[in-house]
């Protein structure tokens, strides 16, 4: 009886060991799976661990923002600053404003003494005119014959030594100045001393007398200076010259204080 059930104790014991053999075999697929769990789980980097070095190459290449050179010039416009606004210019110092008077004061000489020598100029010699203040006859002070001859006025200024209208402001007036010499003439210089502006027309005679207007409009000179009229060589000779003025749009006295007729005699 007891051999009967050592055999039958040790059946058991194999049938034991073999049933729990089974499930281990039956294991041993998954753990054929496991490495690549693992694989997907170590391509995951985690705030503790971080990646492997071969998982972390993997996203970088594919997640990487684009190198900053290349992102550079389009961004670079748009963090340009705007340009100053420019300063205002400076006031002019007192040296710059003394060299600019000495400027204007030479080229106003150089002005003059071109005009007085000019070749082709001539000053007048006799002068009548429409009126003159205090009714002054000859070469009695504000008469037409103040207007003869060369420029004796040096400062804007009313002046006996230069022709007046009778009253100021009046309107029409005339001054009519005679040349020595017949030129055909291609400009007129008259030189306003006072209430400078109003000269509105400036007319020749020919030989026979006939008037020819050569300039007309508005005179747009200023203080003590020159109304430069030129035009094309008249077809005529001419020795009077007669000035319109109309007083009353430059308020005040005007006075002229010569006339130069330019030409030559061919």
């Given at each position: 009886?007891?051999?009967?059930?050592?055999?039958?104790?040790?059946?058991?014991?194999?049938?034991?060991?073999?049933?729990?053999?089974?499930?281990?075999?039956?294991?041993?697929?998954?753990?054929?799976?496991?490495?690549?769990?693992?694989?997907?789980?170590?391509?995951?980097?985690?705030?503790?661990?971080?990646?492997?070095?071969?998982?972390?190459?993997?996203?970088?290449?594919?997640?990487?923002?684009?190198?900053?050179?290349?992102?550079?010039?389009?961004?670079?416009?748009?963090?340009?600053?705007?340009?100053?606004?420019?300063?205002?210019?400076?006031?002019?110092?007192?040296?710059?404003?003394?060299?600019?008077?000495?400027?204007?004061?030479?080229?106003?000489?150089?002005?003059?003494?071109e005009i007085k020598?000019?070749?082709?100029?001539?000053?007048?010699?006799?002068?009548?005119?429409?009126?003159?203040?205090?009714?002054?006859?000859?070469?009695?002070?504000?008469?037409?014959?103040?207007?003869?001859?060369?420029?004796?006025?040096?400062?804007?200024?009313?002046?006996?030594?230069?022709?007046?209208?009778?009253?100021?402001?009046?309107?029409?007036?005339?001054?009519?100045?005679?040349?020595?010499?017949?030129?055909?003439?291609?400009?007129?210089?008259?030189?306003?001393?006072?209430?400078?502006?109003?000269?509105?027309?400036?007319?020749?005679?020919?030989?026979?007398?006939?008037?020819?207007?050569?300039?007309?409009?508005?005179?747009?000179?200023?203080?003590?200076?020159?109304?430069?009229?030129?035009f094309p060589k008249t077809a005529f000779?001419?020795?009077?010259?007669?000035?319109?003025?109309?007083?009353?749009?430059?308020?005040?006295?005007?006075?002229?204080?010569?006339?130069?007729?330019?030409?030559?005699?061919?």
């Amino acid at each position: 009886m007891v051999a009967a059930s050592l055999v039958l104790a040790a059946i058991v014991s194999g049938c034991s060991k073999a049933d729990s053999a089974a499930p281990g075999a039956a294991a041993a697929p998954a753990a054929s799976v496991a490495p690549a769990a693992a694989n997907a789980a170590a391509a995951k980097p985690t705030p503790s661990t971080g990646a492997p070095a071969t998982a972390a190459a993997d996203v970088s290449a594919s997640t990487s923002p684009a190198p900053a050179a290349s992102v550079a010039p389009a961004s670079a416009p748009a963090s340009t600053p705007a340009a100053p606004a420019a300063a205002p210019a400076a006031p002019p110092t007192a040296a710059e404003r003394d060299a600019a008077r000495k400027k204007e004061q030479i080229e106003w000489a150089l002005k003059q003494d071109e005009i007085k020598n000019d070749p082709n100029g001539q000053w007048a010699k006799d002068a009548k005119a429409s009126s003159t203040f205090n009714d002054a006859k000859g070469t009695s002070s504000y008469s037409a014959n103040q207007a003869t001859g060369e420029p004796n006025v040096q400062v804007y200024s009313t002046t006996p030594q230069a022709w007046s209208a009778k009253t100021p402001d009046s309107g029409i007036e005339w001054l009519e100045l005679t040349y020595s010499k017949p030129v055909f003439a291609t400009a007129v210089r008259v030189r306003e001393s006072s209430g400078s502006g109003a000269v509105i027309k400036i007319e020749l005679f020919d030989e026979k007398g006939v008037g020819h207007t050569v300039w007309s409009g508005s005179d747009t000179t200023k203080e003590l200076n020159y109304l430069v009229a030129e035009f094309p060589k008249t077809a005529f000779k001419a020795t009077r010259v007669k000035l319109t003025l109309a007083t009353n749009i430059v308020s005040g006295w005007n006075q002229i204080d010569a006339v130069q007729l330019v030409g030559t005699d061919q």
